[in-house]
């Protein structure tokens, strides 16, 4: 399973994710689920820094499967939570879709 945690402050804004594990619907090269993931968390950290040059440290274990994002600088700007709700809206839609059993998403505050 892929889990996908966000980490939001008490005033609602995004402080980063993290996105762990593999999604495990398929097997590798074949597993759509992962791939979907994959696309959107890669987009979005690739939109938040050439897009918007939003500062953030990345960090990502490609054999584990783990990518981590934390925001630098808080709170977000506006493009950048756009982002970033964009990227919850279609995490959402995977969950719904393939089921909690291959992508699970959890919010946390800090």
Known sequence: MT???????????YAGFT???????AEAGEDIVCAAVS????NTINSLEEITGEPMQVDTDEE???IRCS????P???TSRTLMDSLVLGLTHIEKEY???YCKLQFEEV
Do not use: S
């Open 76 to 78: 977000l700007r506006e």
């Open 99 to 101: 089921g909690k059993k």
């Open 3 to 13: 889990k996908i945690t966000f980490y939001r402050t008490a005033a609602g804004d």
């Open 19 to 25: 996105c762990d594990g593999h999604a495990g619907y």
């Open 39 to 42: 696309v959107l968390v890669i």
């Open 64 to 66: 584990a499967g783990v």
């Open 71 to 74: 925001f630098t600088r808080g």
